[in-house]
């Protein structure tokens, strides 16, 4: 009987494959909410999408801090009569809206006025304030009866005009690209001059 053939042998284990590299994943653009069919309007707007995006378009004469310590912003300065009743804000110079109009005190009141309006969702928060006039770079505000907390109401965001989409002061201005989409885009000339953490910030559409 031949001998046993010779078994050929065993072919080497698969080599593993090494590593596949791993891929990065996608970039995905830094993207906020955003409801176009709802105004952006300061002191109509109710949806609070729309609320958070209004933060990044428009100030107000003052901004509380942590401490819910009012720190002028808008205005430099006030100053405040005997009685405690009469209210006058100095606006800070050379500031102005994202289309480059200067902000004045006419803008200023009126803004304020809007704000006091039964429509408005600070209307309450005025129901102490009789009256808005407006100076040249001063804005005053005559109160029914004393309130020496005043300034802390009154980091109301200023708006230019009463359409749904109003322009601000704030760092960001509200564009639309040649592809139809909706984008916050960094102002340029924004007065405070801060470094800005998005040069541009996706809107999506809700």
Partial sequence: MPAAARRSPLPPPAR?????RRRSPASIPFTLAFYPE????PARAANRANLTLGSLLYEGLFS???SFQAQPLLCSGYT???DGLTWTFTLREGITFSD???LTGTVAAQALRDAMA?????????GGVR???AGEGTVTVTLSTPNGALPVLLDIPIALG???RPLGTGPYVLTEEATGETVLTARSGWWQGRSLPFQTIHLASV
């Fill in 16 to 20: 593993t494959s090494p590593l596949r």
């Fill in 38 to 41: 709802y105004t952006l309007h």
């Fill in 64 to 66: 509380v801090d942590a």
């Fill in 80 to 82: 405040v009569s005997e």
């Fill in 100 to 102: 480059g109009t200067p």
């Fill in 118 to 126: 039964p429509d408005s969702h600070y209307a309450q928060r005025l």
């Fill in 131 to 133: 009256s808005v006039a």
């Fill in 162 to 164: 009463d359409g749904d």
